[in-house]
């Protein structure tokens, strides 16, 4: 996925894509906005203690999983932090 102005969402925008607000469930993660929608792991929009619609990237620090989980998930866009 290019990076350009159609494709990067403020936190704002990721915080409503929590599978409460809209059915989506989005994470973002190293810069990049995830599609969980159709992981049965984020039913809800929750996993374990994490929230779907924020920047997991210091929540994962600690995880018992490698970066390689996001493998398997779509990459919708890229979170713009200057624009929140």
């Given at each position: ?51 779907a ?10 995880a ?21």
């Amino acid at each position: 996925m290019n990076e350009n102005d159609d494709n990067f969402f403020s936190l704002s925008q990721l915080a409503m894509r929590n599978g409460q607000d809209k059915e989506d469930i989005w994470c973002g993660y190293k810069g990049k906005i995830y599609d969980l929608t159709t992981s049965k792991m984020w039913t809800g929009g929750t996993h374990y203690e994490h929230w779907a619609g924020q920047d997991l990237t210091e929540e994962l620090e600690d995880a018992p999983h490698s970066d390689k989980v996001f493998e398997k998930f779509k990459v919708i866009g890229f979170l713009n932090h200057t624009n929140n």
